[in-house]
Nanobody
């Protein structure tokens, strides 16, 4: 019933930029975020936004990625700059009503950064 649709992934050279989008159907979520998982590694937090302004970032992406949201479109964005090969992973959108609620996941979008 809840649907999260990611877009914007692709292939980019090191140092380049990409913007990911995640559109949620119907529901308005207080907390939305991005996670990523590379082959052989566990899923890790990339960025999270609570409400419209409170954000946290994973240590690996601080200073390079920015999360934001558009309430009118019920969409969260992840602006990725200065991309590194280590950023290569499947990026997943996550949404929940509050920290005590179960989270919903999108299908993921592949980001590949070449050297």
């Amino acid at each position: 019933q809840v649907q999260l649709v990611e877009s914007g992934g692709g292939l980019v050279q090191a140092g380049g930029s990409l913007r990911l989008s995640c559109a949620a159907s119907g529901n308005i979520f207080n907390i939305m975020g991005w996670y990523r998982q590379a082959p052989g590694k566990e899923r890790e937090l990339v960025a999270r936004i609570t409400g419209g302004t409170s954000t946290i970032y994973g240590d690996a992406v601080k200073g390079r990625f920015t999360i934001s949201r558009d309430y009118g479109k019920n969409t969260v964005y992840l602006q990725m700059s200065s991309l590194k090969p280590e950023d290569t992973a499947v990026y997943y959108c996550n949404a929940k009503f509050d920290k005590y609620s179960v989270g919903y996941w999108g299908q993921g979008t592949q980001v590949t950064v070449s050297s």
